[in-house]
């Protein structure tokens, strides 16, 4: 069973790169099949989906965010990253990593983690 | 602002029937499948159901869904207590070239 945790800074400062990383573990990130994920929830609200990248690096993002997201992988250390620059306190969240049946559901997730945007 | 449509609330007695709706339009439930996700406070969401009405493994088979035209809906029947959650419905949309998530529904136990 694939299992994913994400990891990084909790606190972010204003117009700075939010980064985080979602170690994979249970399965390799090389095996294909999967789109790996980041998905985003605001406090006290619903779920966004951030985007996604394959294996071979083929990424693909929200319309919305993609002018300010970059989603990498790592497939020796069996992880994947994100990065969303610019961030302002709207960017505030957890942060989700999953893995994606292409287009169609996100079947394993990690446990989240929260970013807070603030000076 | 979700495309994807659902009541903020839902409530039932334990061993009630409760259906949540979802809806949507051409672009995303008309030509996709919906899946479904249960966030019990303070986790993770998690995959409920999934291409309209399959269960993954370990997901009691009291948790239904069904889809008709550009509508979903996920039927708990014989409410339980552990069933107080966050429920969600998802959909990729063709037009916004995106994976959509509903508003969200809370089920609250009596």
């Known amino acids: 069973q694939v299992q994913l945790q994400e990891s990084g800074p909790g606190l972010v400062k204003p117009s700075q790169t939010l980064s985080l990383t979602c170690t994979v573990s249970g399965g390799s990130i090389s095996s294909g099949g999967y789109y790996w994920s980041w998905i985003r929830q605001h406090p006290g609200k619903g779920l966004e989906w951030i985007g996604y990248i394959y294996y071979s690096g083929s990424t693909y993002y929200n319309p919305s965010l993609k002018s300010r997201v970059t989603i990498s992988v790592d497939t020796s250390k069996n992880q994947f990253s994100l990065k969303l620059s610019s961030v302002t306190a709207a960017d505030t969240a957890v942060y989700y990593c999953?893995?994606?049946?292409?287009?169609?559901?996100?079947?394993?997730w990690g446990q989240g983690t929260l970013v807070t945007v603030s000076s | 602002q979700s495309v994807l449509t659902q009541p903020p609330s839902a409530s039932g007695t334990p061993g009630q029937r409760v259906t949540i709706s979802c809806s949507g339009s051409s672009s995303n439930i008309g030509s996709n499948t919906v899946n479904w996700y249960q966030q019990l406070p303070g986790t993770a969401p998690k995959l409920l159901i999934y291409?309209?009405?399959q269960r993954p493994s370990g997901v009691p088979d009291r948790f239904s869904g069904s889809k008709s035209g550009t509508s979903a809906s996920l039927a708990i029947s014989g409410l339980q207590s552990e069933d107080e959650a966050d429920y969600y419905c998802a959909a990729w949309d063709d037009s916004l070239i995106s994976y959509v998530f509903g508003t969200g529904t809370k089920v609250t136990v009596l």
């Open positions: 291409s309209n009405n």
């Open positions: 999953a893995t994606m049946v292409p287009n169609d559901y996100f079947d394993y």
